[in-house]
């Protein structure tokens, strides 16, 4: 079974409620209505009610069983208002304020998210990543022992030449520029965490650098030699290599050469990358020449999954984003 379908198959298990905040856009429209028709997730659309109708009847879409919430109109509004004066009282925010900004689809999405009236959250299409991280920290918050949020990318290698077939978790790619130790161990922890949902093995961590096993000595190879000795304590469980370059981290007969006792063997299945110029760099590589399938960011670390589109995203980014928020809140 592709991996796509394992992670489709999930989402379908147990049903979730998924909110797009940017119900106006048609790429969304159409994505959440084929979400909806194939049993992935119960869909709901932010925004004006009237616009949202209009795009949907000009792209042929029939939204009789999909929930609209205008913000403006809602009957969620006021509740949703004090739950945010609430929240950000402490920072100044009037109540005047509250109202104003509950408004705002993004906002108002995300506070249906931390009620509890659904179970993810999704923006991006339009909003910017910027704006969908500060709403999704300053109103869902974040994970209690973690001090940040983070980002991985799933990859899926399933083309006829990729051989084996498997998925991976690359972090951080998308928010921390140039982590700490103390955060490269919490991405690695919060990473770990989502392999398990999405991956069908256990998780191997490889702690990326351009040294291996003491190779070279420099300050941003300490840096991942301190990450992975936290990264260790906090999860003795599980397999971290560190630190390590690429080809050992992946393929075990140099792992054999260079690591004289190797903890995963050269068959890592979670790259954790030392900076963002990095996780950015080498998932897009991975993708444009290795031909691998990609879905993210997923953000990670947040109480509740609240995940980011690219504002160049299609309809089936969007549909697999809904699949794996769905995912992610089953557990």
Avoid at 187 to 196: K, L, P, Y
Avoid at 293 to 302: K, S
Wanted: net charge negative; with cysteine.
């Amino acid at each position: 079974m592709r991996f796509l379908d394992s992670i489709l198959d999930k989402a379908r298990a147990q049903r979730q409620t998924i909110v797009l905040a940017e119900g106006e856009d048609a790429r969304v429209i159409t994505a959440a209505r084929s979400a909806h028709d194939d049993g992935i997730a119960n869909c709901i659309l932010v925004g004006s009610e009237a616009a949202i109708r209009q795009q949907a009847q000009a792209s042929g879409h029939d939204l009789t069983d999909i929930r609209i919430e205008d913000p403006s109109a809602s009957q969620y509004h006021q509740r949703y208002s004090e739950n945010l004066w609430q929240l950000r009282k402490h920072k100044g925010l009037t109540r005047e304020q509250a109202e104003q900004q509950a408004r705002d689809p993004l906002c108002f999405a995300d506070l249906m998210l931390q009620a509890g009236d659904a179970d993810g959250a999704i923006a991006g299409a339009v909003y910017t990543t910027g704006d969908r991280v500060r709403s999704a920290l300053q109103i869902v918050g974040v994970l209690p022992g973690f001090s940040s949020v983070s980002s991985f990318m799933l990859m899926l290698f399933e083309t006829d030449f990729h051989e084996p077939k498997r998925a991976m978790i690359f972090a951080d790619c998308g928010l921390i520029i140039d982590p700490d130790p103390e955060q490269l161990a919490e991405i690695t922890v919060a990473a770990v965490d989502s392999a398990r949902h999405f991956i069908d093995e256990e998780p191997r961590v490889a702690m990326l650098s351009f040294s291996t096993d003491g190779s070279a000595d420099h300050p941003h190879v300490d840096k991942v030699r301190e990450a992975t000795r936290l990264a260790r304590g906090k999860l003795p469980d599980i397999a971290i290599e560190g630190e390590v370059q690429l080809d050992a981290a992946i393929v075990p007969e140099i792992a054999a050469k260079k690591i004289s006792d190797s903890k995963i063997n050269g068959l890592a299945n979670v790259l954790i990358f030392p900076d963002l110029d990095a996780g950015n760099i080498g998932y897009k590589l991975t993708q444009r020449f290795g031909g691998a399938t990609v879905i993210g960011p997923i953000l990670q670390g947040l109480k509740r999954p609240a995940n980011d589109l690219s504002r160049g995203c299609d309809i089936k980014d969007i549909y697999y984003l809904i699949a794996v928020s769905a995912v992610q809140s089953q557990n």
